[in-house]
């Protein structure tokens, strides 16, 4: 599976970003796929996945903003970021595992991922 993450770009606080990530492989539709994002000096961590019944599942820190989803057909993965703030400001990773079941969104999750795209960066300005 290759994925290929667009739509990172330059917002400021509170404005809104949608994110891209296109898998190829006949069977990535059916995978537990998701978003990532590593800031400088922290750990990368889970942001939101989505599972082979789209199934979503967030971060507590990005819940009521962030919409993770999935259009099969295209087996294309979205990240809809609304309320942006500076604290999200980071490079966003798509992942897919080879499970169509997904992990609890948590520091260990990317364990569970086998395939990672090159990133996209978002940052937020105050």
């Known amino acids: 599976v290759q994925l290929v993450e667009s739509g990172g770009g330059s917002v400021q606080a509170g404005g809104s970003l949608r994110l891209s990530c296109a898998a190829s492989?006949?069977?990535?539709?059916?995978?537990?796929m998701g978003w990532f994002r590593h800031s400088p000096g922290k750990e990368r961590e889970a942001v939101a996945t989505?599972?082979?019944?789209?199934?979503?599942s967030y971060a507590d820190s990005v819940k009521a903003r962030f919409i993770i989803s999935k259009d099969n057909a295209k087996i294309n993965l979205y990240l809809q970021m609304n309320s942006l703030n500076p604290e999200d400001t980071a490079l966003y990773y798509c992942a897919a595992a080879h499970s169509r079941s997904c992990p609890v969104v948590s520091p260990l999750a990317e364990q569970f991922f086998a395939y990672w795209g090159q990133g996209t960066q978002v940052t937020v300005s105050s």
């Open positions: 989505i599972d082979g019944a789209n199934l979503p």
């Open positions: 492989g006949s069977t990535a539709s059916t995978y537990c």
